[in-house]
């Protein structure tokens, strides 16, 4: 089974800013949608909290945290990252038994799973915003240097964003 991660991250890396997005681009948003539809999907509880739409539907929604009380309702929660993908590598629920797990976030949770190897493919959206468009960050994607094998890659753009969607494996 394979864990991947998702995230859209700007030519710096940047990823967030007070506990939000920093770009919403419609084409990324339905490719999110499409790719990690009917997957187990992990995530720091800062990104459960940020989520306008709690669970993520149509997906096995899990969450990290170190509050051993900490509920999230329609989520599991776990209370570190092993635990997470051992939980969603268990998971039938509704969905069949996943053939993939995607992280999808925060910061924290992205760099912990790549520092620690546990991640075999990256879904990335390489946005670069239009001049003069805010991109300050406080939140970044770790190094992926490791990730050095293009399975595809595709440029597009969308109101004033230039945006490529670009997956790699190690
Ligand atoms: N651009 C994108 O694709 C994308 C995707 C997702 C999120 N984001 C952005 O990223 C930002 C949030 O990221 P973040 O780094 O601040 O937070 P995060 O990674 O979403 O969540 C951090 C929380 O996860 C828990 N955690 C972290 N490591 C853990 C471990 N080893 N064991 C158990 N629990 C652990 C802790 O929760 P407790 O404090 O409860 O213990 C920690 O506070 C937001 O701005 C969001 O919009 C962007």
């Known amino acids: 089974m394979?864990?991947?991660?998702?995230?859209?991250?700007?030519?710096?890396?940047?990823?967030?800013?007070?506990?939000?997005?920093?770009?919403?681009?419609?084409?990324?948003?339905q490719r999110f949608r499409n790719i990690t539809k009917g997957?187990?999907?992990?995530?720091?509880?800062?990104?459960?909290?940020?989520?306008?739409?709690?669970p993520l539907p149509k997906r096995y929604n899990i969450v990290i945290t170190r509050d051993a009380?900490?509920?999230?309702?329609?989520?599991?929660v776990c209370?570190?990252?092993?635990?997470?993908?051992k939980k969603a590598a268990a998971s039938a629920e509704g969905f069949g038994e996943p053939k993939e797990i995607f992280i999808i976030g925060g910061g924290q949770i992205y760099d912990q799973a790549i520092k620690k190897g546990l991640v075999d493919k990256l879904y990335l959206t390489i946005i670069d915003p239009p001049?003069?468009?805010?991109?300050?960050?406080?939140?970044?994607?770790?190094?992926?240097?490791?990730?050095?094998?293009?399975?595809s890659e595709k440029a597009g753009e969308s109101e004033g964003y230039?945006?490529?969607f670009l997956d790699l494996e190690k």
Do not use: C, Q
């Open 69 to 76: 009380k900490f509920k999230a309702e329609g989520a599991v």
């Open 131 to 151: 001049a003069g468009g805010d991109s300050e960050a406080d939140t970044f994607f770790p190094d992926y240097s490791e990730f050095k094998a293009v399975i």
């Open 39 to 54: 997957h187990p999907v992990i995530m720091g509880r800062k990104t459960w909290e940020s989520l306008p739409t709690k």
């Open 2 to 29: 394979k864990v991947s991660a998702i995230a859209a991250i700007g030519k710096n890396r940047e990823l967030g800013k007070d506990n939000k997005l920093l770009w919403h681009i419609k084409e990324d948003l």
């Open 79 to 85: 209370n570190s990252i092993e635990e997470s993908i």
């Open 162 to 164: 230039k945006y490529k």
